[in-house]
Antibody, heavy 117, light 112 residues
């Protein structure tokens, strides 16, 4: 059974950092691009960024709204993708989903990040 | 950046009746490899998104055949041949041809 499980969310003050993890199982993690997509309360879906599979260079892309503040990485040996979020702003408050795209398309259950003082 | 525009944004449908959602992109979505990376996602209430259709018209595994996608260039359509109660939710088109990828605003399907 395919599973993606996000962890590391919660309440954080503006300007602080948080790291989200996405633990994967049930598929060949290294063959998949891993993305982060967020959804602010009551709003639509917004791309945060993604990291390509190593076979495609393992490179990253970021939305303009997070570029320079967020970093996506992956550890294929552990089947985990990470989203390091620095200099958090109130507008980063959202449910963050990880997504694996390859031969299939899989999503985690999402994790809430609340940026507030 | 490519803007994805969906219509309608609200779609009340009678059970058993067809439904159609339009998605228009601000520029053509055919990539240099010849493929068009236009996807459709369903988000049921309280759930994560789920991809239904990839590359315009290919159904994902487990997606009922009452869902179909079509289109080319800048105009795309998701059709549900006969709406069922489990189809309630928000539907998003998404282009994955050019970064930054982008979603449409979402179309909320409800039962009339």
């Amino acid at each position: 059974e395919v599973q993606l499980v996000e962890s590391g969310g919660g309440l954080v003050q503006p300007g602080r950092s948080l790291r989200l993890s996405c633990s994967a199982s049930g598929f060949t993690f290294g063959a998949y691009a891993m993305s982060w997509v967020r959804q602010a309360p009551g709003k639509g879906l917004e791309w945060v960024g993604f990291i390509r599979a190593k076979a495609y260079g393992g490179t990253t892309e970021y939305a303009a709204s997070v570029k320079g503040r967020f970093t996506i990485s992956r550890d294929d040996s552990k089947s985990i993708a990470y989203l390091q979020m620095n200099s958090l702003k109130s507008e980063d408050t959202a449910v963050y989903y990880c997504r694996a795209e390859g031969a299939g398309d899989y999503w985690g259950q999402g994790i809430l990040v609340t940026v507030s003082s | 950046d490519i803007v994805m525009t969906q219509s309608p944004l609200s779609l009340p449908v009678t059970l058993g009746q067809p439904a159609s959602i339009s998605c228009r992109s601000s520029q053509g979505l055919e990539y240099s490899d010849g493929d068009t990376y236009l996807n459709w996602f369903q988000q049921r209430p309280g759930q994560s998104p789920r991809r239904l259709i990839y590359k315009v018209s290919n159904r994902d595994s487990g997606v009922p055949d009452r869902f179909s996608g079509s289109g080319s260039g800048t105009d795309f359509t998701l059709k549900i041949s006969r709406v069922e109660a489990e189809d309630v939710g928000i539907y998003y088109c998404m282009q994955g041809t050019y970064w930054p990828y982008s979603f449409g605003q979402g179309t909320k399907l409800e039962i009339k």
